[in-house]
């Protein structure tokens, strides 16, 4: 109750919803979203339920337009691996969350560097897995944003996607609290 939350790849704002309802009337949510369709539907959804406790804000997760050390919890489902700065998406993930603040984001990574024939291939990125990056490096970005202690709270079996195999993920971590 209370925090303020952001929910990455809002879409048509279901999970910022949610997320409004858990936080209560002191809390807020801020869904963000590149696509205006979304974002439209999103705020409509909002208006519909009568929820006041949540902003859809449409940028790219490279630039968040969110002050430092402001956030309690980020959210995100299947969007990271869709930005083509990963490592700045996570600077910024770890910028805006407060000391002690979280994250659980559920993302694909990939065995091997995906090839550049499925880079840009409409399938390919309707299906999350165009932009994937191997769990080593996905894991150093991480690592390199700041995050330390990272727990994997549910990872697929690898699964055929194109010439490439694929799995999915749920990570968290907490921004540190302080200096070691």
């Not at 449409?58 to 995100?76: A, F, G, Q």
């Not at 995906?114 to 080593?136: D, L």
Request: glycine share 8%; hydrophobic share 35%.
């Amino acid at each position: 109750l209370g925090e303020t939350c952001v929910d990455l790849g809002s879409g048509r704002g279901t999970d910022a919803l949610r997320l409004a309802e858990s936080v209560g009337p002191l809390g807020f949510i801020y869904g963000i979203d590149i696509a205006d369709g979304m974002l439209e539907k999103a705020e409509r959804n909002a208006q519909k339920l009568g929820v006041n406790n949540v902003k859809f804000i449409k940028t790219d997760l490279e630039t968040l337009p969110l002050e430092s050390n402001s956030v309690d919890l980020i959210i995100s489902n299947c969007t990271i691996n869709h930005a083509s700065n990963k490592q700045k998406v996570w600077n910024e993930i770890y910028r805006i969350l407060k000391k002690g603040g979280r994250f659980v984001v559920s993302d694909i990574y990939s065995e091997n560097p995906v090839p550049a024939e499925y880079k840009n291939n409409p399938e390919a990125v309707a299906e999350c897995w165009a932009g994937a990056i191997t769990k080593p490096e996905y894991l150093r970005i991480l690592e390199n944003a700041g995050f330390t202690k990272l727990e994997i709270i549910e990872e697929s079996q690898p699964y055929d996607k194109g010439k490439i195999r694929v799995s999915s993920f749920t990570i968290a971590a907490r921004k540190p609290c302080c200096c070691s």
